[in-house]
Protein backbone atom coordinates (compact mmCIF):
# COMPACT_ATOMS: atom_id res chain seq x y z
CA UNK A 1 0.00 0.00 0.00
CA UNK A 2 1.52 3.50 -0.98
CA UNK A 3 2.50 5.92 1.63
CA UNK A 4 -0.26 8.39 2.26
CA UNK A 5 1.05 11.73 1.76
CA UNK A 6 -0.30 14.40 3.55
CA UNK A 7 -0.48 18.26 3.52
CA UNK A 8 1.65 19.85 6.19
CA UNK A 9 3.21 23.03 6.48
CA UNK A 10 6.06 24.01 8.75
CA UNK A 11 7.18 27.18 10.96
CA UNK A 12 7.93 30.17 8.76
CA UNK A 13 10.57 32.84 9.11
CA UNK A 14 7.82 35.16 9.90
CA UNK A 15 4.90 34.95 12.22
CA UNK A 16 1.57 33.35 10.67
CA UNK A 17 -1.49 34.72 11.60
CA UNK A 18 -4.42 32.54 10.92
CA UNK A 19 -8.34 33.82 10.62
CA UNK A 20 -10.60 31.39 10.81
CA UNK A 21 -14.58 31.80 10.07
CA UNK A 22 -17.89 30.87 10.10
CA UNK A 23 -19.54 30.95 7.18
CA UNK A 24 -23.53 31.24 7.75
CA UNK A 25 -24.54 34.81 8.73
CA UNK A 26 -20.62 35.24 9.51
CA UNK A 27 -19.54 35.56 5.92
CA UNK A 28 -22.87 35.39 4.60
CA UNK A 29 -25.96 37.24 5.81
CA UNK A 30 -28.55 33.52 5.64
CA UNK A 31 -27.50 29.81 5.50
CA UNK A 32 -26.13 28.63 2.33
CA UNK A 33 -28.85 26.38 1.71
CA UNK A 34 -31.55 29.20 1.84
CA UNK A 35 -30.14 30.75 -0.91
CA UNK A 36 -31.35 29.01 -3.85
CA UNK A 37 -31.37 25.15 -2.85
CA UNK A 38 -33.98 24.73 -0.54
CA UNK A 39 -36.50 26.91 -3.06
CA UNK A 40 -35.61 24.59 -5.70
CA UNK A 41 -36.96 21.69 -3.80
CA UNK A 42 -40.02 22.97 -3.20
CA UNK A 43 -39.68 24.13 0.26
CA UNK A 44 -40.54 27.33 2.12
CA UNK A 45 -37.20 27.89 4.26
CA UNK A 46 -38.79 27.89 7.90
CA UNK A 47 -40.57 24.61 7.06
CA UNK A 48 -37.61 22.92 5.60
CA UNK A 49 -35.63 23.61 8.87
CA UNK A 50 -38.64 22.42 10.84
CA UNK A 51 -38.57 19.27 9.09
CA UNK A 52 -34.96 18.73 9.34
CA UNK A 53 -34.84 19.56 13.32
CA UNK A 54 -38.24 17.19 13.46
CA UNK A 55 -35.67 14.39 11.89
CA UNK A 56 -32.99 15.43 14.46
CA UNK A 57 -35.33 15.04 17.64
CA UNK A 58 -37.07 11.83 16.51
CA UNK A 59 -33.97 9.80 15.55
CA UNK A 60 -31.77 11.34 17.83
CA UNK A 61 -29.62 12.27 15.01
CA UNK A 62 -27.41 14.84 14.45
CA UNK A 63 -28.49 17.65 12.95
CA UNK A 64 -25.94 18.26 10.35
CA UNK A 65 -26.66 14.62 9.25
CA UNK A 66 -30.51 15.50 9.48
CA UNK A 67 -30.23 18.48 7.21
CA UNK A 68 -27.74 16.48 4.86
CA UNK A 69 -30.24 13.34 4.56
CA UNK A 70 -33.18 15.84 4.13
CA UNK A 71 -31.13 17.64 1.41
CA UNK A 72 -30.67 14.26 -0.83
CA UNK A 73 -34.25 13.15 0.05
CA UNK A 74 -35.88 16.12 -1.20
CA UNK A 75 -33.98 16.09 -4.42
CA UNK A 76 -34.71 12.86 -5.34
CA UNK A 77 -36.68 13.20 -8.48
CA UNK A 78 -36.68 17.18 -8.64
CA UNK A 79 -32.85 17.60 -9.62
CA UNK A 80 -29.02 15.71 -10.00
CA UNK A 81 -27.87 16.28 -6.26
CA UNK A 82 -24.20 15.96 -7.19
CA UNK A 83 -21.00 18.25 -6.73
CA UNK A 84 -21.71 20.27 -9.77
CA UNK A 85 -25.26 21.12 -8.58
CA UNK A 86 -24.11 22.07 -5.16
CA UNK A 87 -21.03 24.06 -6.19
CA UNK A 88 -23.57 26.09 -8.73
CA UNK A 89 -25.61 26.78 -6.06
CA UNK A 90 -22.77 28.00 -3.96
CA UNK A 91 -21.69 30.67 -6.86
CA UNK A 92 -25.01 32.13 -5.80
CA UNK A 93 -24.26 32.58 -2.11
CA UNK A 94 -24.19 36.36 -1.23
CA UNK A 95 -21.18 37.77 1.02
CA UNK A 96 -21.49 40.61 3.49
CA UNK A 97 -20.24 43.93 1.77
CA UNK A 98 -16.90 43.91 1.38
CA UNK A 99 -15.66 40.53 1.60
CA UNK A 100 -14.98 40.42 -2.01
CA UNK A 101 -12.09 42.06 -1.81
CA UNK A 102 -11.17 41.14 2.23
CA UNK A 103 -9.23 38.16 2.12
CA UNK A 104 -6.49 39.27 -0.39
CA UNK A 105 -6.54 43.05 0.98
CA UNK A 106 -6.11 41.71 4.41
CA UNK A 107 -3.16 39.32 3.48
CA UNK A 108 -1.25 42.10 1.80
CA UNK A 109 -1.60 44.34 4.64
CA UNK A 110 0.04 41.26 6.23
CA UNK A 111 3.06 41.07 4.07
CA UNK A 112 3.24 44.96 3.90
CA UNK A 113 3.65 44.88 7.67
CA UNK A 114 6.37 41.34 8.30
CA UNK A 115 2.97 38.99 8.69
CA UNK A 116 1.82 36.18 7.10
CA UNK A 117 -1.93 35.94 6.80
CA UNK A 118 -3.99 33.19 6.20
CA UNK A 119 -7.63 32.47 5.95
CA UNK A 120 -9.81 29.20 6.90
CA UNK A 121 -12.77 28.11 6.77
CA UNK A 122 -14.16 26.11 10.03
CA UNK A 123 -18.55 25.57 8.87
CA UNK A 124 -21.09 23.04 9.86
CA UNK A 125 -22.58 24.41 6.12
CA UNK A 126 -21.70 22.21 2.57
CA UNK A 127 -17.92 22.43 1.70
CA UNK A 128 -18.82 22.00 -2.19
CA UNK A 129 -21.39 25.06 -1.58
CA UNK A 130 -18.27 27.33 -0.09
CA UNK A 131 -15.79 25.98 -2.78
CA UNK A 132 -18.59 27.35 -5.65
CA UNK A 133 -18.18 30.32 -4.19
CA UNK A 134 -16.32 33.51 -6.03
CA UNK A 135 -13.97 33.90 -3.45
CA UNK A 136 -13.27 30.79 -2.81
CA UNK A 137 -12.64 29.75 -6.20
CA UNK A 138 -9.95 33.07 -6.46
CA UNK A 139 -8.01 30.92 -4.00
CA UNK A 140 -9.24 32.97 -0.47
CA UNK A 141 -9.32 29.85 1.47
CA UNK A 142 -5.90 28.13 2.84
CA UNK A 143 -8.57 24.91 3.91
CA UNK A 144 -12.08 24.73 3.91
CA UNK A 145 -13.13 22.14 6.63
CA UNK A 146 -16.91 21.97 6.48
CA UNK A 147 -19.33 19.42 6.33
CA UNK A 148 -19.38 17.55 2.90
CA UNK A 149 -20.81 14.38 0.76
CA UNK A 150 -19.18 11.41 -0.92
CA UNK A 151 -20.12 10.47 -4.41
CA UNK A 152 -20.55 7.49 -6.19
CA UNK A 153 -19.47 6.45 -9.99
CA UNK A 154 -21.82 8.07 -11.53
CA UNK A 155 -21.28 11.70 -9.29
CA UNK A 156 -24.00 11.60 -7.02
CA UNK A 157 -24.10 12.41 -3.47
CA UNK A 158 -24.87 8.96 -1.46
CA UNK A 159 -23.49 9.23 2.12
CA UNK A 160 -21.53 11.99 4.18
CA UNK A 161 -18.05 11.90 4.06
CA UNK A 162 -17.88 14.27 6.59
CA UNK A 163 -19.76 16.27 8.95
CA UNK A 164 -18.59 19.86 11.31
CA UNK A 165 -20.56 20.32 14.21
CA UNK A 166 -20.13 22.95 17.05
CA UNK A 167 -18.37 20.21 19.23
CA UNK A 168 -15.60 18.71 16.61
CA UNK A 169 -14.90 22.34 15.26
CA UNK A 170 -12.19 22.26 17.77
CA UNK A 171 -9.94 19.95 16.26
CA UNK A 172 -9.35 22.07 13.24
CA UNK A 173 -7.73 24.56 15.55
CA UNK A 174 -5.37 21.94 16.63
CA UNK A 175 -4.62 21.27 12.90
CA UNK A 176 -4.27 24.65 11.88
CA UNK A 177 -1.80 25.50 14.79
CA UNK A 178 0.27 22.66 13.94
CA UNK A 179 0.33 22.67 10.02
CA UNK A 180 -0.96 19.22 9.67
CA UNK A 181 -3.96 20.24 7.62
CA UNK A 182 -5.42 17.17 6.09
CA UNK A 183 -8.67 15.74 7.82
CA UNK A 184 -7.14 12.30 8.59
CA UNK A 185 -3.31 12.84 9.39
CA UNK A 186 -2.94 11.42 12.67
CA UNK A 187 -0.14 14.37 13.20
CA UNK A 188 -2.72 16.34 15.15
CA UNK A 189 -2.05 14.54 17.89
CA UNK A 190 1.99 14.64 17.81
CA UNK A 191 3.99 16.73 20.52
CA UNK A 192 5.83 20.06 18.81
CA UNK A 193 7.71 21.89 21.40
CA UNK A 194 6.47 25.67 21.59
CA UNK A 195 9.13 27.27 19.24
CA UNK A 196 7.93 24.94 16.61
CA UNK A 197 4.48 25.31 17.11
CA UNK A 198 3.33 26.75 13.64
CA UNK A 199 0.39 28.81 14.62
CA UNK A 200 0.33 29.55 18.01
CA UNK A 201 -3.04 30.18 19.49
CA UNK A 202 -2.15 34.13 20.32
CA UNK A 203 -1.73 34.52 16.87
CA UNK A 204 -5.14 33.27 15.79
CA UNK A 205 -7.97 35.02 14.69
CA UNK A 206 -11.75 33.30 15.68
CA UNK A 207 -14.83 35.15 13.76
CA UNK A 208 -18.02 33.84 14.60
CA UNK A 209 -21.57 34.63 15.08
CA UNK A 210 -23.42 32.26 17.45
CA UNK A 211 -23.43 29.94 20.45
CA UNK A 212 -22.52 26.97 17.46
CA UNK A 213 -19.21 28.93 17.62
CA UNK A 214 -18.81 29.24 21.45
CA UNK A 215 -16.51 25.95 21.65
CA UNK A 216 -13.71 27.68 18.99
CA UNK A 217 -14.19 31.05 20.38
CA UNK A 218 -13.36 29.80 24.14
CA UNK A 219 -10.51 27.59 23.15
CA UNK A 220 -8.85 30.52 20.93
CA UNK A 221 -9.66 32.98 24.29
CA UNK A 222 -7.99 30.34 26.46
CA UNK A 223 -4.96 30.48 24.49
CA UNK A 224 -4.51 34.08 24.46
CA UNK A 225 -5.75 34.31 21.06
CA UNK A 226 -8.47 36.87 19.36
CA UNK A 227 -11.98 36.34 19.09
CA UNK A 228 -14.46 38.00 17.05
CA UNK A 229 -18.07 38.56 16.90
CA UNK A 230 -20.25 39.52 14.11
CA UNK A 231 -23.59 40.72 13.77
CA UNK A 232 -26.04 41.80 10.62
CA UNK A 233 -25.12 45.54 10.21
CA UNK A 234 -29.01 45.88 8.72
CA UNK A 235 -31.02 44.40 11.64
CA UNK A 236 -28.18 45.64 13.81
CA UNK A 237 -29.65 42.81 16.65
CA UNK A 238 -26.73 42.40 18.71
CA UNK A 239 -28.38 40.44 21.43
CA UNK A 240 -26.30 37.51 20.98
CA UNK A 241 -22.70 39.02 20.75
CA UNK A 242 -23.59 41.33 24.17
CA UNK A 243 -24.35 37.56 25.38
CA UNK A 244 -21.41 36.00 24.38
CA UNK A 245 -19.11 39.08 25.50
CA UNK A 246 -21.01 38.93 28.84
CA UNK A 247 -20.44 35.27 28.99
CA UNK A 248 -16.30 36.04 27.87
CA UNK A 249 -16.97 33.73 24.45
CA UNK A 250 -15.81 36.87 22.76
CA UNK A 251 -13.15 39.60 23.52
CA UNK A 252 -14.58 41.85 21.00
CA UNK A 253 -17.67 42.50 18.61
CA UNK A 254 -17.78 44.16 15.41
CA UNK A 255 -20.71 44.29 12.44
CA UNK A 256 -20.25 41.89 9.56
CA UNK A 257 -18.82 44.32 6.98
CA UNK A 258 -15.82 43.49 5.57
CA UNK A 259 -15.18 46.79 3.61
CA UNK A 260 -11.60 48.66 4.31
CA UNK A 261 -12.03 51.36 6.81
CA UNK A 262 -14.79 49.61 8.68
CA UNK A 263 -14.67 48.40 12.76
CA UNK A 264 -13.72 44.72 11.24
CA UNK A 265 -11.90 46.18 9.42
CA UNK A 266 -9.61 48.21 11.71
CA UNK A 267 -9.78 45.87 14.16
CA UNK A 268 -8.41 42.59 12.34
CA UNK A 269 -5.43 45.24 11.23
CA UNK A 270 -4.50 46.09 15.23
CA UNK A 271 -4.29 42.39 15.30
CA UNK A 272 -1.74 41.83 12.89
CA UNK A 273 -0.03 45.01 13.95
CA UNK A 274 0.02 43.52 17.58
CA UNK A 275 0.99 39.96 16.18
CA UNK A 276 3.89 41.60 14.44
CA UNK A 277 5.01 43.21 17.48
CA UNK A 278 4.88 40.75 19.87
CA UNK A 279 6.53 37.82 17.86
CA UNK A 280 9.73 40.10 18.00
CA UNK A 281 9.54 39.50 21.75
CA UNK A 282 8.61 35.79 21.85
CA UNK A 283 11.62 35.19 19.59
CA UNK A 284 13.92 37.03 21.96
CA UNK A 285 12.39 34.69 24.47
CA UNK A 286 13.28 32.18 22.41
CA UNK A 287 16.62 32.38 21.26
CA UNK A 288 17.60 33.38 25.01
CA UNK A 289 16.41 30.33 26.43
CA UNK A 290 17.74 27.86 24.03
CA UNK A 291 21.38 29.90 25.08
CA UNK A 292 20.32 28.72 28.57
CA UNK A 293 20.31 25.27 28.01
CA UNK A 294 23.42 25.55 26.21
Avoid at 180 to 207: S, T
Avoid at 239 to 261: C, T, W
Avoid at 263 to 289: F, G, H, P
Wanted: net charge negative; with cysteine.
Amino acid sequence: MEELRYQRKHKEDRPVVAICYDFDKTLSPDDMQAQGYIQSVGYEVDKFWEKSNALSWENGMDSNLAYMYLMMEEARGTLVFNRKALEEYGSKVSLFPGADTWFERIRQYGEEHGVIVEHYIISSGLREMIEGTDVAKAGAFEQVYASSFFYDDRGVAVWPAQVVNYTNKTQFLFRISKGVLDWNDPGVNDYFPPDEIRVPFRNMVYIGDSDTDVPCMKLVNSYGGHSIGVFNAKTDDRRKVHKMMQDNRIKYFAPADYSEGTELDCLVKAIIDRTAANEKLESIYYENLKESKG
